[in-house]
């Protein structure tokens, strides 16, 4: 007769194993003899290599009883069901395999790769990394709350970017973080009149009048414009496009 211990070894299984499944219920536990020891037989090393065998192949321990004492019909149902269950699981796994890698840095974490794609073209016209990770910032918030028309978004970005009043805008912006207190007002008003000229061209062609159906969260709106006016020099820039006549940041209208 065998100690818990030599039962555990003959097993390839942990004493605390044993014990968890005799709590469980899946091993039944023998009485102590006179001497307060319990002893184990060569059908509970059987048994325990068997639940041993179950539970490593992936089968949950409330499934290893019903297995144990099922016909073999019952048997090959049952293991045909966990498998598909484990194919399942794989498969999720690999998913979030290929989005941990896809993230590479946290610079893309909960960015859509349409999103990620965009700023990548941001990027390479040489607009810094602090307005990147603002914009970044943005687009995060509006994926999150418009996930169906993120696409038509970067679409309609991505064409902006083949203007080349919108590429000189960005890389204003980059000019604008380097430069010093007496430079900076003469590239904010460079850059209020060039979106003057964009927003007169939008608006003679019908594109304003799309942004409240696009965006028609008027409070996720002012959340956006919050964003922007923690830069003083975004602040400015609002101001000078008011006395142009405009108002707004990320809705555009006349004011």
Avoid: C
Avoid at 104 to 128: F, K, Q
Wanted: proline letters at 4%.
């Amino acid at each position: 007769m065998l100690t818990i211990g030599q039962l555990a070894s003959y097993a390839g299984v942990t004493i605390r194993t044993v014990r968890h499944y005799h709590q469980v219920g899946l091993l039944p536990e023998p009485e102590r003899d006179r001497s307060g020891y319990r002893s184990y037989d060569a059908a509970a090393v059987v048994r325990l290599i068997r639940i041993r065998t179950l539970a490593d192949a992936g089968v949950p321990l409330a499934r290893v009883q019903d297995l144990l004492d099922a016909d073999p019909e019952t048997f090959a149902g049952a293991v045909a069901e966990i498998d598909q269950r484990l194919r399942a699981e794989i498969r999720e796994l690999q998913q979030h395999r290929r989005r941990i890698a896809q993230l590479g840095s946290g610079d893309t974490l909960a960015v859509p790769p349409e999103v990620s794609a965009y700023l990548e073209l941001v990027r390479a016209i040489g607009v810094p990394d602090e307005m990147l990770e603002a914009e970044r910032d943005a687009w995060i918030l509006i994926a999150a709350r418009y996930p169906d028309q993120i696409g038509a978004f970067m679409a309609d970005k991505r064409t902006q970017l083949e203007d080349p009043r919108t590429v000189r805008f960005y890389q204003l912006i980059g000019e604008l973080l380097r430069s010093t207190d007496d430079e900076a007002e003469q590239l904010v008003h460079e850059m209020a009149d060039l979106l003057v000229e964009l927003f007169e061209e939008a608006a003679a062609s019908g594109q304003l009048e799309q942004q409240d159906l696009a965006m028609d969260d008027s409070a996720f709106v002012q959340l956006l414009d919050s964003m922007a006016d923690t830069h003083p020099q975004v602040i400015r820039l609002r101001e000078l496009l008011a006395e142009r006549g405009w108002a707004g940041w990320t809705n555009i209208e006349r004011a």
